[in-house]
């Protein structure tokens, strides 16, 4: 997302206390504390700091993000990211240099699933008549 593509910019020298809702495009260069949610594209420049659960269609970041993240689509975390929560997306790129502190969840979202903040149940293969590598060693 460009700078000029920002329908709200919180700008270097502004800082954000509580929930900041959009349904446009948000770039982020200074502080944000409560929650952060946009319809729209989200992009968290470099020297920018949010303590809140954010949640977007798709998101850039090269700032530092405390909280969980749920993106609809696309998330890119740049060599300067630092997060530290959980990620919910479909897409994840994540460019070395980057920091990451949680866990991760990227899927296709059902319908369903949308709205919740939780990861799917990991299903676990059917056992039953299968032998294990050990088994096999020892018969």
């Known amino acids: 997302m460009r700078e000029e593509d920002a329908e709200t910019i919180i700008g270097a020298s502004v800082k954000v206390d509580g929930d900041f809702v959009s349904e446009g495009n948000v770039l982020v260069q200074g502080i944000v504390n ?7 594209n989200l992009r968290v420049d470099e020297g920018a700091k949010i303590k809140a659960n954010v949640d977007a269609t798709n998101a850039q970041v090269s700032g530092e993000i405390q909280g969980n993240i749920t993106v609809k689509d696309s998330l890119d975390l740049g060599s300067s990211a630092k997060v530290a929560g959980d ?14 502190n949680g866990h991760c969840s990227v899927s296709a979202m059902s319908e369903e699933s949308e709205g919740n ?3 799917s149940e990991i299903q676990k293969p059917n056992q039953k008549n299968k032998k294990s590598v050990l088994d096999e060693n020892l018969d």
């Open 87 to 100: 990620i919910i997306t479909k897409i994840l790129s994540i460019e070395p240099g980057a920091v990451l």
């Open 34 to 40: 409560g929650s952060l949610k946009t319809k729209g």
């Open 117 to 119: 903040d939780q990861p």
